[in-house]
Protein backbone atom coordinates (compact mmCIF):
# COMPACT_ATOMS: atom_id res chain seq x y z
CA UNK A 1 0.00 0.00 0.00
CA UNK A 2 1.05 3.83 -0.02
CA UNK A 3 2.01 5.93 2.73
CA UNK A 4 2.57 9.35 2.87
CA UNK A 5 5.85 10.56 4.69
CA UNK A 6 6.09 14.33 6.45
CA UNK A 7 8.30 15.07 3.64
CA UNK A 8 4.90 15.07 0.82
CA UNK A 9 6.50 12.03 -0.54
CA UNK A 10 4.63 8.97 -0.99
CA UNK A 11 6.63 5.56 -0.61
CA UNK A 12 5.54 2.03 -1.54
CA UNK A 13 5.02 -0.82 1.08
CA UNK A 14 3.64 -4.22 0.85
CA UNK A 15 4.23 -7.49 -1.08
CA UNK A 16 4.26 -8.29 -4.60
CA UNK A 17 -0.01 -8.10 -4.80
CA UNK A 18 0.18 -4.49 -3.44
CA UNK A 19 2.31 -3.73 -6.77
CA UNK A 20 0.26 -5.24 -8.85
CA UNK A 21 -2.89 -3.71 -7.27
CA UNK A 22 -0.91 -0.22 -8.36
CA UNK A 23 0.08 -1.58 -11.38
CA UNK A 24 -3.93 -2.09 -12.48
CA UNK A 25 -4.35 1.23 -11.53
CA UNK A 26 -2.26 3.14 -13.38
CA UNK A 27 -3.05 1.18 -16.48
CA UNK A 28 -6.18 1.70 -16.03
CA UNK A 29 -5.99 5.51 -15.97
CA UNK A 30 -4.04 5.70 -18.96
CA UNK A 31 -6.36 3.53 -20.57
CA UNK A 32 -9.03 5.80 -19.49
CA UNK A 33 -6.92 8.77 -20.80
CA UNK A 34 -6.06 7.31 -24.16
CA UNK A 35 -10.55 6.44 -24.46
CA UNK A 36 -10.76 10.35 -23.97
CA UNK A 37 -13.15 9.85 -20.34
CA UNK A 38 -13.31 12.37 -17.85
CA UNK A 39 -10.67 12.28 -15.18
CA UNK A 40 -11.04 13.52 -11.45
CA UNK A 41 -8.23 15.82 -11.76
CA UNK A 42 -6.87 17.46 -14.71
CA UNK A 43 -7.71 21.46 -16.18
CA UNK A 44 -10.24 23.38 -16.60
CA UNK A 45 -11.63 23.64 -20.35
CA UNK A 46 -11.88 27.45 -20.10
CA UNK A 47 -7.98 27.12 -19.07
CA UNK A 48 -7.02 25.65 -22.50
CA UNK A 49 -9.00 26.66 -25.05
CA UNK A 50 -10.97 30.16 -26.41
CA UNK A 51 -13.96 30.30 -28.24
CA UNK A 52 -13.82 31.52 -32.08
CA UNK A 53 -15.33 35.01 -32.14
CA UNK A 54 -15.10 36.08 -28.32
CA UNK A 55 -11.91 38.18 -28.33
CA UNK A 56 -11.18 41.67 -27.25
CA UNK A 57 -10.58 44.64 -29.58
CA UNK A 58 -7.88 47.29 -29.55
CA UNK A 59 -8.31 50.71 -29.55
CA UNK A 60 -5.92 53.61 -30.11
CA UNK A 61 -6.21 57.02 -29.39
CA UNK A 62 -4.38 60.57 -29.35
CA UNK A 63 -4.43 63.03 -26.42
CA UNK A 64 -3.00 65.84 -24.24
CA UNK A 65 -1.68 65.11 -20.87
CA UNK A 66 -1.70 68.59 -18.94
CA UNK A 67 -0.83 70.04 -15.26
CA UNK A 68 3.04 68.59 -15.55
CA UNK A 69 5.20 70.81 -13.56
CA UNK A 70 7.72 71.81 -16.06
CA UNK A 71 8.10 68.52 -17.41
CA UNK A 72 6.32 68.86 -20.61
CA UNK A 73 7.07 68.92 -24.63
CA UNK A 74 9.63 71.40 -25.38
CA UNK A 75 8.55 74.43 -28.16
CA UNK A 76 10.02 72.04 -30.87
CA UNK A 77 7.60 69.73 -30.74
CA UNK A 78 5.31 71.53 -32.68
CA UNK A 79 1.98 69.27 -32.86
CA UNK A 80 1.55 69.45 -28.98
CA UNK A 81 1.30 73.28 -29.13
CA UNK A 82 -1.05 72.84 -32.27
CA UNK A 83 -2.85 70.27 -30.71
CA UNK A 84 -3.33 72.54 -27.51
CA UNK A 85 -4.44 75.83 -29.75
CA UNK A 86 -7.19 73.88 -31.22
CA UNK A 87 -8.28 72.78 -28.04
CA UNK A 88 -8.77 76.02 -26.73
CA UNK A 89 -10.60 76.97 -29.83
CA UNK A 90 -13.16 74.32 -29.68
CA UNK A 91 -13.88 75.93 -26.24
CA UNK A 92 -14.03 79.64 -27.52
CA UNK A 93 -10.32 80.46 -27.09
CA UNK A 94 -8.62 81.95 -30.05
CA UNK A 95 -4.89 82.21 -29.83
CA UNK A 96 -2.34 83.08 -32.27
CA UNK A 97 0.30 80.34 -33.12
CA UNK A 98 3.22 80.53 -31.78
CA UNK A 99 2.14 82.53 -28.80
CA UNK A 100 1.88 79.38 -26.32
CA UNK A 101 4.68 77.41 -24.32
CA UNK A 102 3.84 73.77 -23.63
CA UNK A 103 6.22 72.73 -20.93
CA UNK A 104 3.41 71.55 -18.80
CA UNK A 105 1.51 69.95 -21.76
CA UNK A 106 3.15 66.50 -23.30
CA UNK A 107 1.25 64.84 -26.47
CA UNK A 108 0.54 61.39 -26.08
CA UNK A 109 -1.05 58.34 -27.45
CA UNK A 110 -3.60 56.35 -25.79
CA UNK A 111 -4.40 52.65 -26.12
CA UNK A 112 -6.98 50.31 -24.39
CA UNK A 113 -8.57 46.90 -25.64
CA UNK A 114 -12.44 46.48 -25.53
CA UNK A 115 -13.60 43.21 -23.66
CA UNK A 116 -15.78 40.72 -25.22
CA UNK A 117 -19.46 42.20 -25.37
CA UNK A 118 -18.57 45.05 -23.57
CA UNK A 119 -21.88 47.43 -22.93
CA UNK A 120 -22.25 51.41 -23.47
CA UNK A 121 -20.91 52.63 -20.13
CA UNK A 122 -18.48 49.81 -18.66
CA UNK A 123 -15.28 51.13 -17.62
CA UNK A 124 -11.95 50.35 -18.45
CA UNK A 125 -8.20 50.52 -18.03
CA UNK A 126 -6.24 52.69 -20.69
CA UNK A 127 -2.57 52.82 -20.88
CA UNK A 128 -0.62 56.58 -22.11
CA UNK A 129 2.45 57.07 -23.67
CA UNK A 130 4.80 60.32 -24.46
CA UNK A 131 5.46 60.57 -28.05
CA UNK A 132 7.34 63.75 -27.94
CA UNK A 133 10.06 65.27 -25.73
CA UNK A 134 8.44 65.00 -22.34
CA UNK A 135 10.36 64.12 -19.56
CA UNK A 136 8.24 62.98 -17.23
CA UNK A 137 3.98 62.39 -17.10
CA UNK A 138 3.86 62.22 -13.05
CA UNK A 139 0.74 64.13 -12.22
CA UNK A 140 -0.78 65.10 -15.18
CA UNK A 141 -4.14 64.94 -16.82
CA UNK A 142 -5.55 63.56 -19.75
CA UNK A 143 -7.84 66.04 -21.27
CA UNK A 144 -10.82 64.11 -22.71
CA UNK A 145 -9.80 62.22 -26.18
CA UNK A 146 -11.50 59.82 -28.16
CA UNK A 147 -10.65 55.91 -28.70
CA UNK A 148 -11.22 54.21 -31.86
CA UNK A 149 -10.59 50.85 -33.65
CA UNK A 150 -9.12 49.47 -36.37
CA UNK A 151 -12.20 50.25 -38.61
CA UNK A 152 -12.40 53.99 -37.47
CA UNK A 153 -15.14 54.08 -35.71
CA UNK A 154 -15.11 55.82 -32.18
CA UNK A 155 -15.67 52.96 -29.35
CA UNK A 156 -14.95 54.45 -26.08
CA UNK A 157 -14.10 58.14 -24.94
CA UNK A 158 -10.64 58.27 -21.97
CA UNK A 159 -10.17 60.79 -19.15
CA UNK A 160 -8.78 60.90 -15.80
CA UNK A 161 -5.27 61.74 -14.31
CA UNK A 162 -2.54 59.89 -15.18
CA UNK A 163 -0.49 57.19 -13.01
CA UNK A 164 3.00 56.27 -13.42
CA UNK A 165 5.11 53.51 -12.07
CA UNK A 166 8.30 55.68 -12.06
CA UNK A 167 9.83 58.92 -11.18
CA UNK A 168 12.80 61.59 -11.88
CA UNK A 169 14.15 62.64 -8.75
CA UNK A 170 16.91 65.61 -8.81
CA UNK A 171 18.13 68.01 -11.66
CA UNK A 172 20.24 68.40 -14.65
CA UNK A 173 23.13 66.08 -14.32
CA UNK A 174 22.05 65.38 -10.55
CA UNK A 175 19.26 63.32 -11.14
CA UNK A 176 17.82 59.84 -10.76
CA UNK A 177 15.21 57.85 -13.17
CA UNK A 178 13.42 54.83 -12.01
CA UNK A 179 11.33 52.90 -14.34
CA UNK A 180 9.56 54.80 -16.79
CA UNK A 181 8.20 58.21 -15.89
CA UNK A 182 6.83 58.70 -19.27
CA UNK A 183 4.67 55.88 -19.84
CA UNK A 184 1.67 55.71 -17.03
CA UNK A 185 -1.94 53.97 -16.98
CA UNK A 186 -5.54 55.20 -16.09
CA UNK A 187 -7.16 53.01 -14.11
CA UNK A 188 -10.88 52.65 -14.99
CA UNK A 189 -10.20 55.65 -17.46
CA UNK A 190 -11.74 54.59 -20.67
CA UNK A 191 -16.09 54.41 -20.90
CA UNK A 192 -17.34 52.26 -23.51
CA UNK A 193 -19.87 54.29 -25.72
CA UNK A 194 -20.19 51.48 -28.18
CA UNK A 195 -20.51 48.39 -28.33
CA UNK A 196 -18.11 46.19 -29.88
CA UNK A 197 -18.63 43.86 -33.00
CA UNK A 198 -18.75 40.18 -31.97
CA UNK A 199 -20.02 36.95 -33.33
CA UNK A 200 -22.94 35.34 -31.85
CA UNK A 201 -23.34 31.44 -29.88
CA UNK A 202 -24.26 30.03 -33.19
CA UNK A 203 -25.40 26.04 -33.97
CA UNK A 204 -21.72 25.52 -34.01
CA UNK A 205 -19.12 26.55 -31.32
CA UNK A 206 -15.65 26.19 -32.52
CA UNK A 207 -12.95 25.80 -29.56
CA UNK A 208 -9.49 27.03 -29.92
CA UNK A 209 -6.83 25.32 -28.49
CA UNK A 210 -4.28 28.46 -26.98
CA UNK A 211 -1.53 25.40 -26.87
CA UNK A 212 -1.70 23.23 -30.54
CA UNK A 213 -1.87 19.10 -29.77
CA UNK A 214 -3.86 16.50 -31.37
CA UNK A 215 -3.38 14.32 -28.30
CA UNK A 216 -4.72 17.23 -26.22
CA UNK A 217 -7.20 17.87 -29.31
CA UNK A 218 -8.59 14.37 -28.76
CA UNK A 219 -9.46 14.10 -25.32
CA UNK A 220 -11.10 17.32 -25.34
CA UNK A 221 -13.60 16.29 -28.05
CA UNK A 222 -13.68 12.47 -26.28
CA UNK A 223 -14.89 14.50 -22.53
CA UNK A 224 -17.06 16.70 -24.06
CA UNK A 225 -18.88 13.48 -26.02
CA UNK A 226 -18.73 11.57 -22.46
CA UNK A 227 -20.65 14.39 -20.75
CA UNK A 228 -22.75 14.96 -23.26
CA UNK A 229 -24.30 11.69 -24.48
CA UNK A 230 -26.55 11.19 -27.50
CA UNK A 231 -27.01 9.05 -30.53
CA UNK A 232 -24.62 11.27 -32.17
CA UNK A 233 -21.23 12.59 -30.83
CA UNK A 234 -21.59 16.52 -30.52
CA UNK A 235 -17.37 17.34 -30.88
CA UNK A 236 -15.69 16.73 -33.23
CA UNK A 237 -11.40 17.85 -32.98
CA UNK A 238 -10.69 19.35 -36.61
CA UNK A 239 -7.20 19.61 -36.05
CA UNK A 240 -4.44 19.83 -33.52
CA UNK A 241 -5.86 23.53 -32.86
CA UNK A 242 -9.52 23.52 -33.56
CA UNK A 243 -12.36 21.22 -32.03
CA UNK A 244 -16.20 22.01 -32.82
CA UNK A 245 -18.92 21.66 -30.66
CA UNK A 246 -22.69 21.09 -32.13
CA UNK A 247 -25.28 23.22 -29.67
CA UNK A 248 -27.54 20.70 -28.14
CA UNK A 249 -31.35 20.92 -29.14
CA UNK A 250 -32.06 21.59 -25.54
CA UNK A 251 -29.44 24.15 -24.95
CA UNK A 252 -31.05 26.11 -28.11
CA UNK A 253 -32.26 28.52 -26.10
CA UNK A 254 -29.46 29.46 -23.76
CA UNK A 255 -26.45 28.88 -25.47
CA UNK A 256 -25.08 30.62 -22.42
CA UNK A 257 -25.69 28.01 -20.20
CA UNK A 258 -24.05 25.34 -22.35
CA UNK A 259 -20.57 27.24 -22.44
CA UNK A 260 -20.66 27.86 -19.28
CA UNK A 261 -21.29 24.25 -18.66
CA UNK A 262 -18.21 23.29 -21.51
CA UNK A 263 -15.97 25.97 -19.92
CA UNK A 264 -15.98 23.39 -16.03
CA UNK A 265 -15.37 20.50 -17.65
CA UNK A 266 -11.65 18.68 -16.68
CA UNK A 267 -9.16 17.70 -18.78
CA UNK A 268 -6.00 15.96 -19.01
CA UNK A 269 -3.59 18.11 -21.09
CA UNK A 270 -1.00 16.14 -23.23
CA UNK A 271 2.14 18.24 -23.22
CA UNK A 272 5.33 18.64 -25.40
CA UNK A 273 8.62 17.23 -23.30
CA UNK A 274 10.51 20.12 -23.17
CA UNK A 275 13.72 21.76 -21.71
CA UNK A 276 14.43 25.49 -21.57
CA UNK A 277 17.87 27.13 -20.74
CA UNK A 278 18.16 30.48 -19.77
CA UNK A 279 22.05 30.75 -20.66
CA UNK A 280 22.04 34.65 -19.22
CA UNK A 281 21.05 33.41 -15.67
CA UNK A 282 22.05 29.95 -15.91
CA UNK A 283 18.06 28.73 -15.09
CA UNK A 284 17.09 24.85 -16.12
CA UNK A 285 13.32 24.28 -15.78
CA UNK A 286 12.96 20.18 -16.99
CA UNK A 287 9.73 18.68 -17.32
CA UNK A 288 9.29 15.31 -15.31
CA UNK A 289 8.34 13.23 -18.74
CA UNK A 290 11.73 13.78 -19.88
CA UNK A 291 13.42 10.78 -20.62
CA UNK A 292 16.88 10.27 -21.11
CA UNK A 293 18.59 7.62 -23.18
CA UNK A 294 20.86 5.49 -22.25
CA UNK A 295 24.34 7.28 -22.17
CA UNK A 296 27.81 7.92 -20.15
CA UNK A 297 28.43 11.39 -19.15
CA UNK A 298 32.08 12.82 -18.12
CA UNK A 299 32.41 15.97 -17.12
CA UNK A 300 35.95 18.14 -15.54
CA UNK A 301 36.98 21.55 -15.23
CA UNK A 302 40.17 22.92 -15.78
CA UNK A 303 41.12 25.54 -13.56
CA UNK A 304 44.09 27.89 -14.76
CA UNK A 305 45.33 31.23 -12.24
CA UNK A 306 47.63 33.39 -13.13
CA UNK A 307 48.73 36.45 -10.73
CA UNK A 308 51.13 39.29 -10.91
CA UNK A 309 52.68 40.59 -8.49
CA UNK A 310 54.85 44.04 -8.14
CA UNK A 311 58.82 43.27 -7.17
CA UNK A 312 61.01 45.57 -5.96
CA UNK A 313 64.93 45.40 -7.41
CA UNK A 314 67.45 47.67 -5.49
CA UNK A 315 70.35 49.29 -7.33
CA UNK A 316 73.33 47.99 -6.33
CA UNK A 317 75.30 48.60 -2.96
CA UNK A 318 77.38 51.44 -4.28
CA UNK A 319 75.24 52.47 -6.83
CA UNK A 320 73.12 55.96 -6.30
CA UNK A 321 70.19 54.71 -8.10
CA UNK A 322 66.87 54.21 -7.22
CA UNK A 323 65.40 51.27 -6.68
CA UNK A 324 63.21 49.67 -10.19
CA UNK A 325 60.12 47.51 -9.70
CA UNK A 326 59.64 44.70 -12.54
CA UNK A 327 56.31 42.36 -12.49
CA UNK A 328 56.61 39.10 -11.16
CA UNK A 329 53.73 36.70 -12.71
CA UNK A 330 52.81 33.21 -11.56
CA UNK A 331 50.84 30.64 -13.79
CA UNK A 332 48.79 27.86 -11.61
CA UNK A 333 47.11 25.23 -13.37
CA UNK A 334 44.41 22.59 -12.12
CA UNK A 335 43.03 19.72 -13.58
CA UNK A 336 40.05 18.40 -11.94
CA UNK A 337 39.34 14.87 -12.39
CA UNK A 338 36.34 13.82 -14.80
CA UNK A 339 33.32 12.87 -13.26
CA UNK A 340 31.68 10.00 -14.27
CA UNK A 341 27.85 9.28 -14.88
CA UNK A 342 26.42 6.34 -16.43
CA UNK A 343 22.60 6.78 -17.56
CA UNK A 344 20.63 3.72 -17.74
CA UNK A 345 17.63 3.10 -20.14
CA UNK A 346 14.47 5.03 -19.76
CA UNK A 347 16.21 7.35 -17.28
CA UNK A 348 14.15 10.53 -16.30
CA UNK A 349 14.95 14.01 -15.73
CA UNK A 350 14.83 13.70 -11.95
CA UNK A 351 17.43 10.61 -11.98
CA UNK A 352 19.95 12.94 -14.17
CA UNK A 353 19.01 15.91 -11.40
CA UNK A 354 20.08 13.80 -9.13
CA UNK A 355 23.04 12.28 -10.44
CA UNK A 356 24.57 15.62 -11.33
CA UNK A 357 24.01 16.73 -7.95
CA UNK A 358 25.45 13.64 -6.65
CA UNK A 359 28.62 14.66 -8.22
CA UNK A 360 28.48 18.12 -7.30
CA UNK A 361 27.59 20.15 -11.01
CA UNK A 362 26.62 23.27 -10.54
CA UNK A 363 23.90 24.66 -12.67
CA UNK A 364 26.41 25.81 -15.50
CA UNK A 365 27.26 22.25 -15.64
CA UNK A 366 24.23 20.98 -15.80
CA UNK A 367 23.20 23.24 -19.09
CA UNK A 368 26.48 22.08 -20.62
CA UNK A 369 25.44 18.79 -19.63
CA UNK A 370 21.99 18.99 -21.25
CA UNK A 371 23.61 21.00 -24.73
CA UNK A 372 25.78 18.20 -24.90
CA UNK A 373 22.74 15.23 -24.22
CA UNK A 374 20.99 17.00 -27.01
CA UNK A 375 23.73 17.28 -29.65
CA UNK A 376 24.50 13.21 -28.70
CA UNK A 377 20.57 12.82 -29.37
CA UNK A 378 20.39 11.22 -25.89
CA UNK A 379 17.63 14.32 -24.79
CA UNK A 380 14.24 13.23 -25.80
CA UNK A 381 12.84 16.19 -25.44
CA UNK A 382 13.15 20.00 -27.05
CA UNK A 383 15.95 21.99 -25.88
CA UNK A 384 14.80 25.47 -26.15
CA UNK A 385 17.28 28.35 -25.44
CA UNK A 386 16.64 31.51 -24.37
Not at 333 to 350: C, I, Q, Y
Not at 360 to 382: H, M, N, Q
Request: with cysteine; net charge neutral; hydrophobic share 40%.
Amino acid sequence: MLQKKSNQRWRLVGGWTTCAVVALCWMARSSALAAGAPVEHGTRLKDLVAIEGVRGNQLIGYGLVVGLNGTGDRQQTQFSAQSLINLLERMGVSMPPGSITVKNTAAVLVTATLPPYGQPGTQVDATVAAIGDATNLQGGLLVLSTLRGVNGQVYATVQGPVVTAGFVAGRSTNSTTVNHPTAGRIPNGVTIERAPPSVPIGSVIRLQLKEADFETSARISAAINQHFPGSEPLAHADNSALVSVKLPENFKANPTEFVAELERLLVEPDREARVVINEKTGTVVLGADVHIAPVAIMHGNLTVSIQTKPLVVPAGALSSAPSTTVPETTVNAKDDKSRNLVLKDGATVEELVRALAAIGSTTRDVVAILEGLKAAGALEAELEII
